[in-house]
């Protein structure tokens, strides 16, 4: 029978093989993905980050238009 490991050692030797080097290969996976998380993590944090200091950039120059705005209606009113 060709199944049986003693008649096929390339297959014992395969099936040594990956018993040995899983533990490895499961631990490598493991630290390349907390890895590649982080790394998303950092840039995600990083674009939302600018993306919201833009925005609020945006929101800041509008509030203070419509402040000089309302103070320039103020002082209309005032000399009226």
């Known amino acids: 029978m ?6 096929n050692p390339l ?6 093989f990956r018993q ?4 490895v290969l499961d631990s ?3 630290r390349l993905s907390d890895q590649v998380d982080k790394r ?6 990083q674009t939302l ?3 919201l200091a833009d925005r609020l950039a945006v ?3 509008a509030v203070a238009d419509l402040d000089r ?6 002082a209309k009113l005032d000399e009226d």
Do not use: M, N
Request: a negative charge; hydrophobic letters at 40%; proline letters at 5%.
């Open 11 to 16: 297959g014992e030797l395969r099936d040594l």
């Open 59 to 61: 929101i800041e120059r």
């Open 40 to 45: 998303v993590d950092e840039r995600l944090t």
């Open 49 to 51: 980050e600018t993306a």
């Open 28 to 30: 490598f996976d493991h």
């Open 69 to 74: 705005a309302v103070k320039a209606l103020a």
């Open 20 to 23: 040995v080097t899983r533990p």
């Open 2 to 7: 060709a199944d049986d490991p003693k008649e």
